[in-house]
Every structure is written in C-alpha cells, then in structure tokens.
C-alpha cells in the first residue's frame, strides 16, 4: 500500500531531481531517504528511479507516481493552510454552486458581507446545471448549491431560504399596455429548459388562459443571453429579482402580468457530513439575513434533510 508519505518522497525526488536536494526538502538525510526509497521500491517491486550521472531519473512508474504525489502535495499544503483559519472560519475557500435563471440579488449582497467580513476566505462560484453541481458537491468539489428542491438523498440536507418568483420581460420599445395571451403566445420566446421555475411559470400562465404554451425558437439558461434576445425584440422570463435587475438598467421592461406562479422554493444544499462547517454556517446566515428579505413573497427557514 502506498501512503501519503510515499508519494511525498515520490514527488520529492522527481522534482528536486537529486537525494541530497530532495532530502534537504523534506527535512531528512540523504542516507535516510536512500534507504526509505528502497525499501519503497521493494515494497511495490518495481524500479521507480534509475540512479544516474544526471541525478535520478524516474522511470515511468515513478513518473505516474510522482505526478499523483505532486496532487497530493498541494492538496495537504492547502489543507495545513486552511485548517487554523477554519477552526476560526476566518480563511480558506467556500465553493459555491448556483443554478441559472435563479435570483442573485441576495448571493451577491451575501458574498460581499462574507468578503468584507470574513477578507482572507476565498469565494469560488460556479454556474452550472443542477445534476452537474449536485454531482460536484456528492464527491466534495462544491460545499453548498443554491438550486430549488432536489431528489430525496439521505446524505445531502436541503436548507429552505426563499421564493423565487418569475417575471415576462420584453424589450423597453414595446407597448406598455399588457398584451392578449393570444398575442403573447405568437412572439417569439426565449426560455430556459423545460422543467426549470422560470419556464414552468411561463407554462403555467398558458395553460390557465387555456392556450397551449408557446415553443421558444431559444432555448438558454443563460440570463444575459436571454436578456440580450429580449431587447432584440423576443420575449423572455426571468426571476422577477433579475427582471428587475435588467430593468433598472435600462435594459428590458418586465410585463404586468399575474404568473400567479406563488415563487419556487429557492434553498442551499449542503453534504450532510459538512455540518458544522464554519464557512457554510457563516455563508447561510448571511443568505438568511440578506436573501429572504430580498425576495418577493414569505421567506423559509428549518433545516430539514432533502430525504
């Protein structure tokens, strides 16, 4: 079996490219890493250096090996790094996962207070389509999801946060006066998914009017794609915080009309053996302070398991 350690030595060798440097970087002896590569290499029962004149050339199951012990290097590094600042939740990194066509208002106003709070914890945020982030955070590369309520899964909890609700856009140039179903069902449409809130709400709206919904000649999750069609004369559907967004920026007008869609439940999803963590803690109270207050209709707490 090999250890943590082994591929240390491993990584160590290949790099430094002599003993005597390679020991000096892992603070032993030469003699004493000679013997400890030995008795590595009559463990495995393979060569995984040729001693030379050029110094120590791996050979192709030391390369493999060294490689992987350069991974493993950087990742305990890190970790020594992070974990006093963890103890304290005041350094390291939270990975944040986020489905499009959700409302960002209250993500972005929370990662601003965790940065200016919390200045040496580093935010990575990645979009992306909820089974991808959801995988992501299943084998530890996110630490938390904001998406609307997944499939039961015992080792994941799903923290309710807010509704989100949707509004039509359409671009500034368009008339005020609130359009027939009718005629909204004969323009072209820009929309996410089928399946997603937004597009569900648009759905939803049709059918109660008794149309069929319309076909999108787009199809995009993309929110400043959709926004960008929209001013060129489609219709489209946004979280009606984003809408707002847009249209404070001059840049569509939302429609007056009643989705009556009541908002999709928004919420964080976390790994249940993440419970405790300082920074996702830290992150949902600022969600909790900032993002339901931000949102149209009731807000949601109670932690409860998406099982």
């Known amino acids: ?21 390679a020991a000096d970087r892992l603070g032993t002896s030469q003699p004493a ?18 001693r030379s004149a050029r110094g120590m050339i791996p050979t192709l199951p030391g390369a493999q090996l060294a490689e992987r012990g350069r991974a493993v290097t950087a990742v305990t590094a890190r970790a020594r790094r992070d974990l006093a600042g963890w103890a304290q939740g005041q350094s390291g990194e939270l990975r944040l996962g986020i489905v499009p066509h959700l409302s960002v208002e209250s993500v972005t106003t929370a990662v601003a207070r965790m940065r200016s709070d919390h200045p040496r914890i580093r ?23 904001l998406t609307p309520p997944p499939a039961p899964e015992p080792e994941l909890v799903f923290v309710p946060l807010f509704r989100d609700r949707t509004a039509i856009i359409t671009a500034t140039t368009a008339p005020a006066e609130p359009p027939s179903p009718a005629w909204l069902r004969a323009q072209p449409w820009v929309l996410a998914p ?12 049709f ?4 149309l069929e919904p319309p076909l999108p000649v787009v199809e995009t999750s993309d929110p400043l794609l959709t926004v960008g069609l929209v001013t060129g004369g489609h219709l489209g559907a946004l979280p009606a915080n984003a809408a707002r967004t847009a249209a404070a920026l001059g ?12 908002g999709s439940i928004v919420g964080a999803l976390r790994a249940r053996a993440a419970d405790g963590s300082p920074h996702i803690d830290t992150f949902l109270r600022l969600l ?13 707490r109670g932690d409860h398991s998406s099982g």
């Not at 030595?9 to 003993?19: D, N, Q």
């Not at 909790?288 to 949601?300: K, R, S, T």
């Open 194 to 205: 089928r399946g997603t809130p937004t597009t569900n709400a648009v759905n939803g709206y």
């Open 33 to 50: 890493l000679s013997r400890s590569l030995g008795q590595l290499e009559r463990r495995l029962g393979v060569a995984l250096f040729v």
């Open 251 to 262: 840049m569509v007008r939302p429609m007056e009309l009643d989705l009556s869609d009541g």
């Open 288 to 300: 909790d302070v900032h993002g339901i207050e931000a949102q149209d209709g009731p807000g949601y």
């Open 207 to 210: 059918f109660a009017a008794g």
């Open 123 to 145: 935010i990575r945020v990645r979009v992306g389509a909820t089974s991808e982030l959801i995988d992501e955070l299943r084998i530890g590369e996110l630490d938390l999801v």
């Open 1 to 21: 079996m090999l250890s943590v350690r082994d591929l240390e030595l491993i990584a160590a060798i290949e790099s430094s490219g002599t003993l005597t440097a």
